[in-house]
C-alpha cells in the first residue's frame, strides 16, 4: 500500500517520532545528544519550528513542534541529514541511520499541545531511565527539565506551556509539574501515537459515543484531534494534493523537467546528469532540484539517483538561495 503524503500547513502542531534502523542506538552518548539538539536550536531561532517538547531515548526521539517559516519536511530534512552526516563520522560508520522515514501526526491544539507535552516528557520514566519525578526535573534528554528551569535552554518554547498554569511562573511552574505527574498513572496513552480511528477522535469513549448517536466520524491515522479538526485538514489536504497534480501534469516527469530547464537554459542534459561544475550547469542543476524539490514534491533521493548526485548534495541545491525565474519552466 503507498504511504500516505504528509499533512502540513504554516502553523500546525505536529508529534514528530523517529526510530533507528533495525533498532540501533541513535544517541550513543552526550556529543550525539548535544548535536542533535544544537540543529534543533538553529531551526528553532531561525523561526522554522517552535519546539514545545521533546525527548531523546536511546534508539529513537519524540518532538512536539510547531511549524514556522519552513515547512516541516523541510525543517526535519535540515535536522536528521546533518545529523546523520554528523554521526556515521563520529561512530565510523555508513548507511541509513533511521527506520524509514520519520513519522509525524498533525494534532488538534486543544487539549494535545498539552497532552503530548506531558506524554513526551514522561517518555524516560516510563522507559525506566529516570526512577522518579525528582530524577526527571534534571534530566538533560527531555524538555521537562527546561520548563522547570533547571537546564538553560532558550530556543524551547517553554512559555506558551507554562502560560496555561497561570501568569506568575513559580505557580504555574508548580502546576505543570503537577499536571506531568499526574499522567504517570494514565500509562502508555497509545492513542497518542497509534491508530487511526482512536487517535484521530481521542480515545475509545470519543468513539463509542459518536458511533452510538449515528454521528459522521471522519478519522485519519496522520491526524490527532476531534472528527472536524479531521475533516478540516483531510479538506485542505487534497486542495493541496490537487495543486501538486496540475503540477505534475504539466511537468509528467523529471526527464520532461530536466529537458526543459537544459533547452531554457542552453545545457546539455548529460552535462546537467554528471558531476560537471560549470557555472551555468550548476545553475541548471539548481533550478531542477528546487523545483523538483518544491513544487513537484519529489524526494531527494528520488532526485539524486536521476542526477547521480548524492542526497545531501540534492538538499543543498534545493535550499539554497531561490532563483527567479521557476515560471519560465512550469
Known sequence: ??????????????HVMGRGIDGIKIFRNKNDCEDFLSRLKALSEKKALSVYAWALMDNHFHLLVRTGKSSLSDSMRKLLTGYVVNYNRRHKRYGHLFQNRYKSILCEDDPFLLELT??????????????????????????????????????QDSETILAYFGKR???ATEK?????????????????????????LGGWSQVLSLKRTGSKIYS??????????????IKDAEKKEKETLRLNQRISDLVS???????????????????????????????????AVKKMGY??????????????????????DRLNNFKDYL
Not at 527546561?146 to 535552554?153: A, Q
Not at 484531534?225 to 479531521?230: A, I, K, R, Y
Request: aromatic fraction near 6%; hydrophobic fraction near 35%.
Open 1 to 14: 500500500m503507498p504511504r500516505q503524503p504528509r499533512l502540513d500547513t504554516p502553523g500546525a502542531l505536529h
Open 220 to 233: 485519519d491515522e496522520r491526524i490527532l484531534g476531534g472528527s472536524d479538526f479531521v475533516k478540516k485538514a
Open 176 to 200: 505543570y509539574e503537577k499536571y506531568v505527574e499526574d499522567g504517570i498513572k494514565a500509562g502508555n496513552r497509545l492513542e497518542l501515537v497509534g491508530g487511526g480511528l482512536i487517535r484521530s
Open 299 to 320: 524526494s531527494g533521493a528520488e532526485i539524486a539517483r536521476f542526477l547521480g548526485i548524492t542526497t545531501s548534495a540534492v538538499n543543498r541545491l534545493a535550499e539554497s
Open 257 to 291: 523537467l530536466a529537458g526543459r530547464i537544459c533547452k531554457g537554459e542552453s545545457v546539455d542534459i548529460s552535462d546537467l546528469c554528471s558531476g560537471i561544475r560549470k557555472k551555468d550547469v550548476v545553475r541548471s542543476r539548481k533550478i531542477f532540484c528546487q523545483l
Open 118 to 155: 506531558r506524554y513526551i516528557h514522561l517518555n524516560p520514566l516510563r522507559a525506566g531511565i529516570v526512577r522518579d519525578m525528582n530524577e526527571l526535573r534534571r534530566y538533560d534528554r527531555c524538555g521537562h527539565s527546561v520548563i522547570l528551569g533547571k537546564i538553560y535552554r532558550p530556543w
Open 169 to 171: 511562573r513559580k505557580a
